[in-house]
């Protein structure tokens, strides 16, 4: 799974799982693992040591990755979650496009 329709700081919404109808930005992409990190989405409790002298140990949270089969791309003209479609332009260039409303990415 390293061809990947998500980018980073694309808006997302979640299709399954415990945060499902959420939104959020794109935060990084991992195409080798086929996961996405999305802002707010699937925060976890971390249990930091303090490394160094001085450092702040304790429970940290952090956004883990989810799969990116799980989000889907939500459009920002209709607003509406969709599997983006490419087109080719004139100039040789390849963009993607809204299915629902036919707007580009």
């Known amino acids: 799974m390293n061809k990947m329709s998500i980018r980073k700081d694309d808006t997302v919404i979640v299709l399954s799982g415990k945060d499902k109808g959420k939104q959020g930005k794109v935060l990084e992409v991992m195409p080798k693992e086929g996961k996405v990190v999305v802002e707010k989405i699937n925060v976890?409790?971390?249990?930091?040591?303090?490394?160094?002298?001085?450092?702040?140990?304790?429970?940290?949270?952090?956004?883990?990755?989810?799969?990116?089969?799980?989000?889907?791309?939500?459009?920002?003209?209709?607003?509406?979650?969709?599997?983006?479609?490419h087109k080719l332009l004139a100039d040789g260039k390849k963009v993607r496009i809204c299915k629902k409303c036919g707007a580009e990415i």
């Open 44 to 85: 976890v409790s971390r249990h930091t040591k303090p490394r160094k002298q001085g450092d702040q140990g304790g429970i940290i949270k952090k956004e883990a990755p989810i799969y990116a089969c799980k989000v889907q791309r939500v459009c920002p003209k209709c607003n509406k979650p969709t599997r983006p479609a």
